[in-house]
């Protein structure tokens, strides 16, 4: 609770406890517990999708193999961006925690880097797979790469653009609250390795099998 | 020597003196600078307010008015269903397109059909349970602040009205709005006309909105919860809501899933829902094919079965604190009671497809599927039976709200045991889609679930607003409201075992064996129907005259903040507690129980889950006004 | 008179010495954290490695589908263990989340096993 915060004038904010501080009997702070709730949900959400899948590919009479036209090596070169960038957002996390915001900026502005890249190579798949006449309407199997990969193209937008706030105006929450700013880098990169951990599934059974 | 005491305050640790000092500053300053009149402006307090009690009355507002709406809708269906074919006056309020001489089409009876139950359910019950009773009432029950994520909370408000919005401007898509049914089966939902793609962006707004409020709740509960309130000291209302949020956190996602699926078919010519070899009208179509509508139904009712656990758990709630509260003495079987909820939110993950009996099941599903749902209605059994032996030995004050309350046992008992025939397979295959199955669901969601809301209205009332409904009215709205509530839903199970199928225009009168019994039952249904939206007058007069007295800042003194003697904490703040300042002037501490009525051995006739272990009771007038004469002096 | 403070004081938490022993970020040293760094780096090059050795399998059994569906699977779960276990620290993680994700593990599996077993032992068979 910071006195001075309030002294300062203007209004009051509502002090929600265990906001910053853990609560002790669950060890956890409000954010970290709802960004897990959240990821669960988007396991079901992913799951959902997995399961169509499953269910389309096992009742299909034929189905084309991913291998046989994507872009096995710009995928796997995506793959490898993607967990540089987890280890950035990690990274960061930790300097912040010894109090370097100077190197916690750094590293996520890497992470939001590798992303962009990420993005960039999957632009330059969809284009050439549009080129060759692969739409999602030309079969389930394209159809369900588009939805699954475009879909995890979406959260990792979201997730740039999340790490772009807080690399701009979110960025002033460290000077008056230095461990909440933590937390919050804590929690957006938690969000940050669902989405890498989605898409090391996604990368082999998309382009592989 | 002694150690200095120490406390953490914020991410600091400072000696205790220095931290009290510190404190109390703040609390002056705070007092100061709100009692200066520097208040939020009037679009950040009651537009984007981030209070949970006025987002709960924004949501409560909105749900109540969608709740109408889709009374009107089945006002119209009931028209036709007991008079097919006749023009009726009202009926041109639909436009030419669909009622052409006040006479409804098919088509728009489908339309009627399929908003009906969407509005009914996504748009009102499950906002007004969930997003109106709960975000209310958990915070102030737990003694919490607000709910966890305040900002998140009004950004669940906010997808939740444009999503609604959505839902209602798809009536003006041409063709009409979606009429495949709530449950937007494919193929018909995919080759229907562009009312279904709005139905399917509304939807992805809806549970949006549900998807963040069932984090702010599940963290709220777990995390904000008062000192001394450990899980089985909870009111019984908060353990429904929490395994509700649970519902809707892990169900939701795979119909936001289907609902983008459907979308990418309707849109992008995808197949997944498509078969090859399609014909429509004559016309094969050209898509891809190789899709299978059945992806759609296990993914829909991945959700929808659990979400009717959604609609009824927080009735059971409700109905547990007013029963509780009206017999002045403890639920019977509580912990039976918790145990039961959270293994029936568990089961309600295994059951979904006994909607699916008839799609061609091998036997080895449909074996899995008939046990968990035989195994699903023992932790039913268990909350009911446990609330009706809770009123024996009661001192049973017949008030409106608990007229409501008992009204709903035997209700939801009809509800609960019609649904047996249907989860078994064999007896399902006669009644799968007939006029049985509306019966059974309707009476567990409408004289069940929509009572319970009414007993939660009538109780709380006083709560909000500083005034108790008119008693006399509330007697009226109640009795009128159950005799003909039974006289709609009731011959349903005679029609659906008779063989009337449901959705039909003409209430089964173009079928040889369904046209007796649908000729003597459907005009008697509709006068019913009717007699049910006379009730309500009285209500939404009630409702409104004594809101907007309230308002306009008549309240009744004499009725304290504490009208019903109640146990639970919401009942120790102060009435309407004011905005954006948190509930408690000074946070409770949980002593006890919820539900110390008539406790043997204590002089008190109740004491607060809040009072510590004093001689005497619990303060009339609430906590707020002697602590908040005692900092004013400080 | 009430003082309200020693009525608020309970929210707080209080102990007689700083240093209570919850994971992650308040109480970790700077020793701490830079080992974990580390470690960060070895899941790194491990998950490196795996990524490599899941596209070279794949050129190995290729285009024995079962096969491959298999040992990629197997694969790709060792990788989200990694990350899972490490960069999301879930493995030091608290009670409640594990409860929250073995239930979802659960409800994930009906998801994944229940369609897709609609048609098996039709009735007549």
């Known amino acids: 609770m910071d006195a001075h915060a309030h002294a300062a004038g203007g209004h009051a904010e509502l002090e929600i406890p265990f906001n910053v501080d853990p609560r002790p009997d669950t060890g956890l702070y409000n954010a970290k517990l709802g960004i897990w709730l959240f990821l669960a949900s988007e396991v079901m959400l992913f799951g959902a999708l997995f399961s169509s899948l499953i269910l389309l590919r096992t009742g299909a009479d034929s189905w084309p193999r991913g291998y046989e036209f994507l872009n096995i090596k710009l995928a796997t070169l995506n793959t490898f961006i993607l967990i540089l960038s987890s280890v950035t957002v990690v990274l960061a996390w930790s300097h912040l925690r010894l109090g370097n915001l100077k190197k916690g900026r750094i590293y996520i502005s890497a992470t939001v880097i590798c992303a962009l890249i990420f993005l960039v190579n999957k632009a330059f798949e969809y284009s050439h797979e549009f080129s060759e006449g692969r739409f999602p309407k030309t079969n389930n199997f394209l159809a369900i790469y588009f939805t699954m990969t475009g879909l995890h193209g979406l959260h990792i937008l979201g997730g740039v653009i999340v790490f772009l706030y807080f690399l701009g105006p979110g960025a002033k929450m460290w000077a008056k609250e230095p461990q909440r700013y933590t937390n919050r880098i804590e929690v957006a990169g938690l969000y940050w390795h669902f989405v890498d951990l989605v898409w090391i599934f996604l990368f082999p059974i998309l382009y592989l099998m | 020597m002694a150690l200095r005491r120490q406390i953490r305050v914020g991410s600091q640790w400072m000696y205790a003196d220095e931290a009290h000092k510190a404190l109390r500053e703040a609390i002056r300053v705070m007092k100061d600078e709100t009692d200066s009149g520097q208040q939020q402006p009037w679009i950040r307090r009651y537009v984007f307010s981030t209070d949970h009690k006025w987002i709960g009355l924004q949501y409560g507002f909105t749900a109540l008015l969608f709740l109408l709406l889709g009374f009107c809708l089945m006002i119209l269906m009931r028209l036709q269903l007991g008079w097919p074919g006749q023009p009726f006056g009202v009926m041109k309020l639909l436009g030419e397109t669909r009622a052409p001489g006040g006479i409804l089409l098919p088509e728009a009876y489908n339309q009627l059909g399929a908003m009906h139950g969407t509005i009914m359910i996504f748009l009102g019950i499950v906002p007004l349970a969930v997003g109106a009773f709960g975000n209310y009432l958990v915070p102030l029950q737990i003694g919490a602040p607000d709910m966890a994520f305040p900002k998140l909370n009004m950004i669940s408000y906010w997808c939740y009205l444009p999503g609604g919005l959505i839902m209602l401007a798809s009536f003006l898509a041409p063709g009409g709005t979606a009429q495949s049914g709530w449950t937007s089966y494919p193929p018909l939902s995919v080759i229907a006309s562009q009312g279904q793609t709005w139905w399917l962006v509304g939807m992805v707004f809806l549970i949006t909105s549900s998807l963040l409020g069932s984090v702010n709740f599940i963290v709220t509960i777990i995390q904000l919860r008062a000192k001394g309130l450990s899980y089985m000291r909870f009111p019984f209302f908060v353990h429904a809501q929490f395994v509700t949020s649970f519902l809707l956190l892990l169900a939701f996602p795979p119909l936001e899933a289907a609902a983008v699926l459907q979308l990418m078919d309707r849109v992008a010519g995808t197949s997944f829902f498509l078969p090859s070899g399609l014909v429509v009208s004559g016309q094969a179509l050209t898509n891809a094919g190789g899709g299978n509508p059945l992806l759609w139904q296990h993914l829909f009712w991945f959700l929808a079965h659990p979400e009717v656990y959604v609609l009824i758990l927080p009735a059971m709630g409700i109905v547990a604190e007013i029963i509780a509260n009206g017999t002045r003495k403890p639920l019977w079987g509580y912990k039976s009671m918790v145990f039961a909820t959270v293994f029936l939110g568990f089961m309600s993950f295994v059951v979904w497809a006994h909607h699916m009996f008839l799609t061609g099941m091998g036997t080895t599903i449909s074996a899995f599927f008939q046990t968990t749902t035989m195994i699903i209605s023992i932790p039913s059994v268990i909350i009911l039976s446990s609330l009706f032996i809770s009123l024996w030995g009661g001192s049973i004050r017949f008030t409106t709200p608990m007229l409501f309350a008992l009204a709903f046992l035997p209700m939801f008992g009809i509800g609960g045991l019609t649904g047996l025939p249907l989860g078994l397979a064999a007896a399902d295959i006669h009644l799968h889609d007939t006029y049985y199955v509306i019966g059974h669901f309707h009476y567990v969601v409408a004289p069940g679930t929509i009572f319970a809301m009414f007993g939660g209205i009538y109780y709380w009332f006083p709560k909000v607003t500083g005034r108790k409904l008119n008693d006399f009215w509330g007697r009226v709205h109640f009795w009128v409201s159950f005799v003909c509530i039974n006289g709609i839903f009731f011959p349903m199970f005679a029609q659906g075992l008779a063989g009337v199928s449901r959705r039909l225009y003409d209430g089964g009168m173009q079928y040889a064996h369904a046209k007796q019994i649908a000729a003597q039952t459907n005009p008697f249904m509709s006068i019913c129907a009717i007699g049910l939206l006379v009730a309500q007058i009285p209500f939404i007069w009630n409702f409104f005259y004594n809101a907007i007295k309230a308002a306009l800042g008549h309240r009744d003194e004499r009725l304290g903040s504490n009208p019903w003697e109640a146990t639970t904490m919401e009942w120790a703040a102060t009435t309407s507690p004011p905005l954006a300042h948190g509930n408690f002037e000074v946070m409770p501490v949980v002593h006890r129980g919820p539900y110390e009525y008539n406790v043997p051995g204590e002089a008190a006739e109740f004491i607060p889950q809040h009072q510590p272990d004093a001689a005497e009771p619990a303060p009339r007038g609430g906590l707020l006004p002697a602590t908040a004469v005692a900092m004013r002096e400080n | ?125």
């Open chain 3, 1 to 125: 008179m009430t003082d309200p403070i020693a009525a608020v004081e309970p929210a707080v938490d209080v102990h007689e010495h700083a240093g209570a022993g919850d994971s992650q970020a308040h109480h970790h040293s700077p020793e701490q954290i830079r080992a974990e760094m580390r470690v960060y780096l070895i899941v790194f090059a491990g998950l490196g490695v795996l990524t490599a050795a899941t596209v070279g399998v794949f050129y190995l059994f290729h285009p024995a589908v079962h096969t491959a569906i298999i040992i990629a699977l197997i694969i790709a779960s060792v990788k989200g263990f990694l990350v899972a276990g490490y960069f999301m620290h879930l493995l030091s993680e608290k009670k409640v989340i594990y409860g929250v994700l073995v239930l979802t593990v659960i409800f994930f599996i009906f998801l994944m096993t229940l369609p897709v077993s609609h048609h098996a032992n039709p009735f007549g068979s």
